[in-house]
């Protein structure tokens, strides 16, 4: 516990990318050693930035509702931790919030999970994260990962990002619903039981 108050804390400090932000840096996450699940996001967006709280914003209520958790067992840092690719909101650009910072991933993702050694499953949530961790080969793209989910099972769980701004892609992929969502429930009520 104490590994991981000190990696916390130093995360917490780190003003890595001060210079490329257009405000102050303010890492967001949320682990503890006896983490089960992490979800890997994107990146803080503006109200997370301005509340300090992960997942705090209408993509973290969806997210919650494909997972079929209460806000309290989500933020219970004792069973889920909340780790995006990067710590801090990158700002806003053309079409939606800029990319993580690509700085804090390589820094600091390793260190933290070396420190949740009872980690049964690392959702990837978004293009971001799944194109960090499972190196998928170009020209794939993110709908044919979540479609074949099956096959980053039981290490990874992939899923779209839940931002109100991928209603187009929930609506068009009815399957996501019907097929992915029953299995990723199932999924996260067992081991959050065990």
């Known amino acids: 516990m104490v590994q991981m108050e000190r990696i916390l804390?130093?995360?917490?400090?780190c003003d890595t990318c001060k210079t490329t932000l257009a405000h102050e840096p303010r890492p967001v996450v949320a682990a503890s050693t006896t983490s089960k699940i992490i979800i890997i996001g994107q990146a803080p967006g503006r109200k997370v930035h301005a509340s300090g709280v992960p997942w705090n914003d209408p993509s973290g209520d969806l997210l919650r509702e494909w997972m079929g958790v209460a806000k309290e067992t989500f933020y219970d840092r004792s069973s889920i931790a909340l780790i995006p690719m990067g710590?801090?909101?990158?700002?806003k650009g053309a079409s939606g919030d800029l990319p993580p910072q690509p700085e804090c991933a390589p820094r600091w993702h390793a260190e933290l999970f070396d420190a949740i050694p009872d980690c049964?499953?690392?959702v990837l949530v978004g293009q971001y994260a799944q194109r960090y961790y499972l190196k998928p080969p170009s020209g794939e793209n993110l709908t044919s990962r979540v479609r074949r989910f099956t096959d980053y099972l039981p290490q990874y769980f992939v899923l779209p990002h839940p931002s109100p701004r991928n209603r187009l892609w929930l609506r068009r992929n009815p399957w996501f619903?019907?097929?992915?969502?029953?299995?990723?429930?199932?999924?996260?009520?067992?081991?959050?039981?065990s």
């Open 120 to 122: 049964q499953l690392r």
């Open 177 to 193: 619903q019907e097929e992915v969502l029953p299995v990723f429930r199932a999924q996260i009520t067992r081991i959050l039981q």
């Open 87 to 91: 710590f801090c909101y990158p700002g």
């Open 9 to 13: 804390t130093e995360i917490k400090k």
